[in-house]
């Protein structure tokens, strides 16, 4: 398949006679062949809303936008987007290095791709891009694991928060010394809810085993951990386990009443950000 352009109303098509709609929801689905996995429910979608706009992941959403924003990109992918929450917060701080009257006014704003194997999360993550006044965001449904229907060297900064990852993609689709961020959980994150079974173990995000993964093709750069004992009522729980892999195998009764203690629970969240540059070959 050669470049994608436009041909028509909704249409994208490239020079082999690939074509594929835009719909009226602004993304385009260019999902092929059969799927063994499926993306996060609406169902999901709403619980991570419910608990991300409450505020509870502030601390995590302002550092990764400080990161992304000192790199003043213009082009940033998110890689897994979910609801957004954390595009959102990126593009507003980098779209602040664009505004009028900065050194960058005569430059175009941050235009935004958020990317998810879930057509609802996409659907989403766009329809909130449309508050954000100084970028643009458009969607793309398609498998990480797959070759990305991405140019060579289309982005800045790509973003990866609790998602999975394709390295040797990720190291095509951003340009030489791009900057990926990553967000991976530590051993402690919900380790109250881990232990009344009502939370998966953490696997496989050591430090060390992702930089490895991510050899030769990126450099670790920066690294930084956040850590926050929460006091959650019982809804919040239910959210926080709803609106991740976990809802998949607890029952709707455990999470409409978490067990210990009654009234509020106290919940560590721990997560380390690394900032990968990417290499000049």
Known sequence: MGDLVPAGDRVLACSTGHRFDTNRRGFASLMVGSRKLI??????????DVFLERGWYTELREALSA????ESPHRVIDIGCGTGYYLRGALHAASAG?????PLSRTP???????????????RTVRAGLTEPRSTTDGLVADVWSPLPIRDGAADVAINVF???NPPEFHRILAPGALLAVVVPHASHLQELRAA???????????????ASLAPGFHLESTADLSRVLVLSPDDVAALIGMGPSSHHTSSTDLAHPTEPPGSTEVTVAFRLLGFRRSLH
Request: charged letters at 15%.
């Open 98 to 102: 664009h505004s009028p009257g900065s």
């Open 39 to 48: 993306g996060d429910s609406a169902a999901m979608l709403d619980a991570r």
């Open 163 to 165: 998602a999975p990852r």
């Open 197 to 211: 079974g009502l939370a998966l173990d953490v696997h496989g995000n050591k430090t060390d085993d992702l930089v």
């Open 109 to 123: 704003g941050v235009a935004a791709l958020a990317m998810d194997l879930s057509a609802a999360a996409v659907a």
């Open 67 to 70: 990161l992304v924003a000192a």
